[in-house]
C-alpha cells in the first residue's frame, strides 16, 4: 500500500482488535484458537483493504470476514489436528457465580454445528437483525431463521432440564 492507506488500515485494525478477538472467543472458545482467527483475518484484510475500506459497513464486512474464516476451517484438513505434549489439565471447579453457567453453555454450544454456532452467537450475543446475519453468512434469511432454531434445538437437548443460576426452565 503505497497511497497512504496503510496508516489508515493500522488505526482501524488496533481500535478493533478488542471487538475482533471477543467475537473470534465466542465463536472458537478458546483463546489461542480465536488469536488465530483474527491473525487470519486481519491478514486477508490486509490483503483487500483498498476494496474493504470502500464498504458502507466496514466492521460488517470484517465480522463476515472472521465468520466466514471461522465457519471455513472446519473444511480444512489441518483443522481437525490438535497437538498437545501432555494430556491437558482438566479446568478448575468453579464457585457458583454463574462462570460455571457460562463453562456449560460453552461447552454445549461447542457441540453445536459451526454454523448453527454462529447463527446463534450474531443473533442473541451481537443482537443482530436476521438480515444481517444472512449477509454475514452468505446465506438466505429463512437459513438463518432454521438453523437458528435447530440450534437453540440442539441447546436445549444438550442442556437438558439443568438450570442455570438465577435462570429458571419452569418459566
Not at 13 to 35: M, N
Request: proline fraction near 4%; aromatic fraction near 8%; hydrophobic fraction near 40%.
Amino acid at each position: 500500500m503505497r497511497d497512504g492507506s496503510e496508516q489508515e488500515y493500522v488505526d482501524y485494525v488496533t481500535a478493533r482488535i478488542p471487538a475482533l478477538r471477543r467475537l473470534a472467543f465466542l465463536l472458537a472458545g478458546d483463546e489461542h484458537r480465536a488469536d488465530d482467527l483474527v491473525q487470519q483475518t486481519i491478514t486477508r484484510l490486509y490483503v483487500k483493504w483498498r476494496h474493504a475500506r470502500a464498504a458502507d459497513n466496514l466492521d460488517g464486512y470484517v465480522r463476515t470476514m472472521l465468520v466466514r474464516t471461522y465457519v471455513d476451517e472446519r473444511r480444512l484438513g489441518w483443522a481437525r489436528v490438535r497437538l498437545f505434549r501432555e494430556t491437558p489439565e482438566p479446568p478448575p471447579a468453579y464457585q457458583n457465580d454463574g462462570v460455571e453457567d457460562r463453562q456449560v453453555l460453552r461447552a454445549a454450544l461447542r457441540q453445536v454445528p459451526r454454523r448453527q454456532q454462529a447463527v446463534l452467537i450474531l443473533r442473541f450475543f451481537y443482537d443482530l437483525p436476521v438480515e444481517e446475519v444472512a449477509a454475514a453468512l452468505g446465506c438466505s434469511t429463512g437459513t438463518v431463521k432454521s438453523q437458528t432454531a435447530r440450534g437453540l434445538a440442539t441447546l436445549r437437548r444438550l442442556l437438558g432440564d439443568r438450570e442455570l443460576a438465577g435462570h429458571s426452565t419452569a418459566n
